[in-house]
């Protein structure tokens, strides 16, 4: 068996264009993102209960022993239940982008620190797969010399309905049928 180098692959897996770049209508295009269950309006409301309820709670040991630092108890957890939501906002910014061309699957991570992570191959040679391991309907894409994790944030449902409509994209263009 003989193998390529792995700059022989690349150079002849892409198309002219950059597949990260293109302007044509893809066969297939989604976008995926985490569930954002608490808008706005939710985390407010949230907020403002446990603050009240917080300050009911401490009030009476406060009025008690007539030492502010006791204000502490009720300041810090309500700080950290803050911080962490702010910090469950931040993480729900990482999006998916999948786009199959006839010729080039393109898949585009966007972290939320604003770090991309690109990956494209050819449809003909990409194995979408689905696994029970490590997690349950675990979807991967491998292609390129390289395996992708792809909705790892998403339901498992949810997974197997994306790889169905994967594979429904891949078969209108009579590739891996």
Known sequence: MHFRPSSFVRQHMTSDTDP??????????????????LNAVGFRNTMILVVVGAGIGITPLVMATSNLWMLLFGIIPVATLFLFFMRNYRDGRLTEELRIYPNVIAVERREPSGKIHRWHAKPYWVKVRLQDEPIEHYLTLEG??????LGAFLSPEERLTLKTEIDDALRKLDINA
Request: net charge negative; proline share 8%; charged share 30%.
């Open 144 to 149: 390129n010399q390289r395996t992708i994790e």
């Open 20 to 37: 990260f770049e293109r302007t044509d209508e893809p066969v297939y295009h989604i976008t995926l993102w985490p569930n954002r269950s």
